[in-house]
């Protein structure tokens, strides 16, 4: 394959995709709407198309104009956008979905493309926006992605969990690298050893790439950090990628809530383990970035960015009271 298609292309996951694409000498094209900065619109190697991605005539108008031999789905949300999209690169050489682990519907440990059900979606779940919805639809755009490949189609799905790295806009890593960047004392809900899998963004942008080269028709694949660490042991990385120490303090729901706060306040913090099994990928020849330089290369990007993640958890105020009342016990 020479030639790519990336729908989105400018923010997160597909910024980084397109840099691992030209990486490998791909012919890129983004197609989007234009509403966010372009970081390539001065890098000729990068060509771009506008339009909107619900719109089927302008994604047909991107097909006939680009003729892509490759096409990465980044920002499909409604399982509609997927089955318009598996019609209209019916004959390109793969078409790659980005789905969610969260389009799992069982607490399996770990969750296997192949064995762990899927959430159901109902017709209202498929047409909503909400993040409630979020793994329904996504669920739902995965079993479009199957009956594309049941009528010949080379369509293939990846399902990352929580995605962090440079350029993340939704700053969940942020608040963590923020706290322990301001402060000497960091606290941890719970007992710091809850488990949420998270996955490198560069490592998304490679498992795309390898998915359409050699994955098979109709499969799914997870992709995650292939070392899973705690919360607590999340933060410790954070430290020393900042080359520094951090108290770290455990904060259970009954400190917590003396000062109105709770376990669920806090970003990444999952009462029950979510960890994806990634042996599929890894058998395609994958490999992911040891976790010191993935945690490196996030907190060199958060210390260059404006962002701190304060919509993500508690004020400082309130942690401070939070952590008197440890204090005295």
Known sequence: MDSALV??????????????????????????????????????????????????????????????????????????????ATTIFADCDAYVYISSGAAYGREDIPKREDETPLEPCTADQATDD?????????????????????????????????VYGPHDYTERLDFWIDRVNEYDRVIVPG?????????????????????????????????????????EEMVELIADALETSVDIVHAGP?????ADLSLDDYVLYRD????????????LGWESTPLEEAMERSVADHLESDRDGSEHGPDRDAEERVLGILDTL
Request: net charge negative.
């Open 272 to 283: 029950y383990p979510h960890v994806l099994s990634t042996a599929k990928l890894a058998a």
């Open 130 to 162: 909400s993040q409630e919805t979020y793994g329904n639809r996504k669920a739902e755009g995965d079993r479009a992605v199957f009956a594309a490949a049941e009528e010949g189609v080379n369509a293939m799905a990846v399902r990352p969990p929580i």
């Open 254 to 258: 009954r400190e917590l809530e003396a």
């Open 7 to 84: 729908i989105g292309g400018t923010r997160f996951i597909g910024r980084h995709l397109v840099e691992e694409l030209l990486a490998h000498e791909y012919d890129v094209t983004i197609f989007n709407r234009g509403n966010h900065e372009n970081p390539f619109a001065d890098d000729d190697r990068v060509d771009h198309v506008e339009g909107d991605r619900t719109n089927e005539s302008a994604l047909e108008a991107a097909a006939m104009t680009v003729d892509p031999d490759a096409v990465f789905d980044c920002v499909a949300y409604q399982p509609r956008d997927v089955r318009a």
């Open 191 to 231: 007992d710091g050893t809850n488990v949420w899998h998270r996955v490198y963004v560069e490592d998304v942008a490679s498992a795309l790439r390898i998915v359409a080269e050699r994955g098979e028709s109709g499969e799914a694949y997870n992709v995650g950090d292939r070392r899973i660490v705690t919360l």
